[in-house]
């Protein structure tokens, strides 16, 4: 499914190519019982033991099958971003910086 600009699911037939992964954000790392380093992704799986350069905010391609991550794509000023919230959802933009504020949620 993907957002057209007006805010409205489309649905779109996939190929079993495409069906046999998943786009997930990671949403926190961290570390479990006896130092085993965790992912947890955007839909609550928890992944151990993931590639020590993936960060929070990155992008993973994870097999729907074995669970484990194929491939991952940065969260960095120059990417291609699909934007899914707010007025602008449904568009793909290039990401020019990312914005910090410290103390704040």
């Known amino acids: 499914r993907l957002f057209s600009v007006m805010v409205v699911f489309l649905i779109n037939r996939i190929i079993n190519y495409y069906a046999s992964y998943k786009l997930c954000s990671v949403k926190s790392l961290s570390t479990a019982a006896k130092g085993v380093p965790v992912l947890v992704t955007h839909d609550g799986r928890t992944i151990r033991y993931p ?38 959802c449904g568009r793909i933009r290039i990401i020019t910086h990312k914005e910090k504020h410290p103390g704040s949620f």
Do not use: M
């Open 51 to 88: 590639a020590p350069l993936v960060k929070v905010h990155d992008t993973v391609k994870l097999d729907i099958e074995a669970g484990k991550i194929l491939d991952f794509i940065r969260f960095d000023p120059g990417k291609l971003a699909y934007i899914t919230g707010g007025q602008n």
